[in-house]
């Protein structure tokens, strides 16, 4: 089952889970106190004051890192090791941040001792947390029982959904193949019944019916889902169930109609102001932090490859409506990188990246002079990679829905960046393209939020850097 917060669809487990943990780290706090003044409440509000603002801030800021870093995520696989590192990265990180607010906003100072504790106490309670709810919730009992009206082509996308991260919401109780369609899915997963689908669904305690079938023209089945309907069992288009359990648009069942009549794909001027608006303070900040990195890998660059060789790398790439753009980049490859002037996509251990090229691109300082383009208002901060001229004529002659991703400015980070690695070929493109549709039809400020900070992950332990 997942609930809709910040334009994603959540897993009812994580949002459960994170809500523990938030309510952990607020109690965490009160009992640091406590024990950094030997249990004396009284000696706590005399000499601290109040302590539930300082105990939401601590719990904001631990649960806004956990986030950042992946822990949140129902596609993180990283094992035991990956987590704890991940753990006590974010948990510094939040106390970090508790501490920049208190130095700004002195009234809420609580002191080193009880915040030591309070990080202590917030890694801990994030590994027992995660341990008694794995063992003690029934993961089982938070997700949707889904019946599919359809077992023919269109319902083979769902039988490839073997992941455990996109099956997290639902469990697929069986296909239920309509009159005259030949069923494709696996035999034993077809369900035979001479009773109505409302009886069927009543038998199997079935909450949702998925509608897959190939060819609605024929025998559509309105009487029976309507039944289903007002008997509280929801019925969903099959591309609409796909995008809301995988985050993304499926372009292989994608048809117009979906995008014209469907929710989302909203761009009001409202929207277009606070995008705007975030691009500039976000621009603006990380310019000021970022400066200081940004002329140490213009000095490296020049040591590496000569005082004459350029710093910056400057490429066509796509924008908006399809207009062009100069994109920004500290240069990371050779100066011959590409001497024959064929458009080349980067490949992994490209021999072409220099030294200091490998270590920019791993950490992604190789992307801070985008900012510029931000500033310029050719890209945002977030939206779909932008691509080289040659490359998009090519793939939207071969993609259908290609050229829609334009609609949007691109970005430095985005949705498709979060959820897919480097792509280095067609099928990576079609792959990220569904990610990028998702995120046109929900963007809005809070999914870019939301996107901003999970982008720390992608930054700090070096995903799908080439």
Same mark, same amino acid.
């Given at each position: 089952m #997942?609930?809709r %917060? @910040?334009g994603?669809? /959540?897993h009812? =487990?994580?949002a !459960?889970?994170?809500l523990?943990?938030?309510c952990?780290f607020?109690?965490t706090l009160?009992?640091?106190a406590l024990i950094?003044?030997?249990?004396d409440?009284?000696?706590?509000?005399?000499?601290?004051?109040?302590l539930w603002? #300082?105990?939401? %801030? @601590?719990?904001?800021? /631990?649960?806004? =890192?956990?986030? !950042?870093?992946g822990?949140?995520?129902?596609?993180?696989?990283?094992r035991?090791a990956g987590?704890?590192?991940?753990?006590?990265?974010?948990t510094?990180t939040g106390?970090a941040?508790t501490?920049?607010?208190?130095f700004l906003v002195?009234?809420l100072?609580?002191?080193?001792?009880v915040?030591?504790?309070?990080?202590?106490?917030?890694?801990?309670?994030?590994?027992?947390a995660?341990?008694?709810?794995?063992?003690?919730?029934?993961?089982?009992v938070?997700?949707r029982?889904?019946l599919?009206?359809?077992?023919g082509?269109?319902?083979?996308p769902?039988?490839?959904l073997?992941?455990?991260?996109?099956?997290?919401?639902?469990?697929l109780?069986?296909?239920?193949?309509?009159d005259?369609?030949p069923?494709?899915?696996p035999?034993?997963?077809?369900?035979t019944?001479?009773?109505t689908?409302?009886?069927l669904?009543r038998?199997?305690?079935?909450d949702e019916?998925v509608?897959?079938?190939d060819d609605r023209?024929?025998?559509?089945?309105?009487?029976?889902l309507?039944?289903?309907?007002l008997?509280?069992i929801d019925?969903?288009e099959?591309?609409t169930?796909l995008?809301?359990?995988?985050?993304?648009?499926r372009i292989?069942?994608?048809n117009?109609?979906?995008m014209i009549?469907?929710?989302g794909?909203r761009?009001?001027?409202v929207?277009?102001?606070?995008?705007?608006?975030l691009?500039?303070?976000?621009s603006?900040?990380i310019?000021v932090?970022?400066?200081p990195?940004?002329?140490?890998?213009?000095?490296a660059?020049k040591?590496?490859d000569?005082?004459?060789?350029?710093?910056?790398?400057?490429?066509e790439?796509v924008?908006l409506?399809?207009?062009?753009?100069?994109?920004?980049?500290f240069r990371?490859?050779?100066?011959?990188?590409e001497a024959?002037?064929q458009?080349?996509?980067?490949?992994k251990?490209?021999?072409?990246?220099?030294?200091v090229?490998?270590?920019?691109?791993?950490?992604r300082?190789?992307e801070l002079p985008q900012?510029?383009?931000?500033l310029?208002?050719?890209?945002g901060?977030?939206g779909?990679?932008?691509?080289r001229p040659?490359?998009v004529?090519?793939?939207?002659?071969r993609?259908?829905?290609y050229?829609e991703?334009?609609?949007v400015?691109?970005?430095?980070t985005?949705?498709?960046?979060?959820?897919?690695?480097?792509?280095?070929?067609e099928?990576?493109?079609?792959?990220?393209?569904?990610?990028?549709?998702?995120?046109?039809k929900n963007n809005g400020l809070l999914f870019?939020?939301?996107i901003?900070a999970?982008?720390?992950?992608?930054?700090?332990m070096?995903?799908g850097a080439?």
């Amino acid at each position: 089952m #997942r609930i809709r %917060l @910040f334009g994603q669809h /959540v897993h009812l =487990s994580i949002a !459960a889970l994170a809500l523990i943990e938030f309510c952990l780290f607020v109690v965490t706090l009160f009992v640091a106190a406590l024990i950094r003044f030997a249990l004396d409440l009284d000696e706590v509000e005399r000499s601290q004051g109040t302590l539930w603002p #300082r105990a939401l %801030l @601590f719990a904001v800021m /631990v649960s806004a =890192s956990l986030l !950042a870093f992946g822990l949140y995520s129902a596609r993180q696989r990283a094992r035991s090791a990956g987590i704890f590192v991940r753990v006590i990265a974010a948990t510094g990180t939040g106390v970090a941040l508790t501490t920049v607010v208190f130095f700004l906003v002195p009234n809420l100072w609580i002191g080193r001792g009880v915040l030591a504790l309070a990080a202590i106490g917030a890694a801990l309670a994030v590994a027992l947390a995660r341990i008694v709810f794995a063992r003690a919730v029934d993961e089982a009992v938070l997700k949707r029982r889904v019946l599919v009206y359809g077992a023919g082509r269109n319902a083979i996308p769902l039988v490839q959904l073997r992941r455990r991260s996109d099956q997290r919401g639902f469990l697929l109780v069986g296909f239920l193949s309509p009159d005259g369609e030949p069923p494709e899915v696996p035999a034993d997963r077809v369900i035979t019944s001479d009773s109505t689908l409302l009886d069927l669904c009543r038998r199997l305690d079935v909450d949702e019916v998925v509608v897959a079938m190939d060819d609605r023209r024929r025998a559509f089945p309105i009487r029976e889902l309507l039944a289903c309907r007002l008997a509280g069992i929801d019925v969903t288009e099959l591309l609409t169930f796909l995008e809301r359990e995988t985050g993304r648009v499926r372009i292989d069942v994608l048809n117009p109609s979906w995008m014209i009549f469907g929710e989302g794909f909203r761009r009001g001027s409202v929207r277009l102001f606070t995008s705007r608006v975030l691009d500039l303070v976000a621009s603006s900040l990380i310019i000021v932090l970022s400066s200081p990195l940004m002329i140490a890998t213009a000095i490296a660059i020049k040591f590496e490859d000569g005082w004459r060789a350029p710093v910056m790398y400057r490429q066509e790439r796509v924008g908006l409506a399809g207009r062009t753009f100069q994109l920004l980049k500290f240069r990371s490859m050779r100066t011959d990188a590409e001497a024959s002037g064929q458009a080349r996509w980067a490949q992994k251990d490209d021999p072409r990246v220099t030294r200091v090229g490998s270590v920019i691109r791993k950490m992604r300082i190789d992307e801070l002079p985008q900012i510029l383009n931000v500033l310029r208002g050719h890209m945002g901060f977030v939206g779909p990679r932008p691509e080289r001229p040659q490359f998009v004529a090519e793939l939207s002659e071969r993609i259908p829905y290609y050229v829609e991703r334009h609609c949007v400015k691109p970005g430095i980070t985005g949705w498709a960046q979060l959820c897919y690695p480097y792509g280095s070929s067609e099928k990576d493109a079609v792959e990220k393209l569904q990610y990028d549709l998702y995120y046109i039809k929900n963007n809005g400020l809070l999914f870019d939020l939301a996107i901003l900070a999970q982008t720390a992950e992608v930054v700090f332990m070096g995903k799908g850097a080439r």
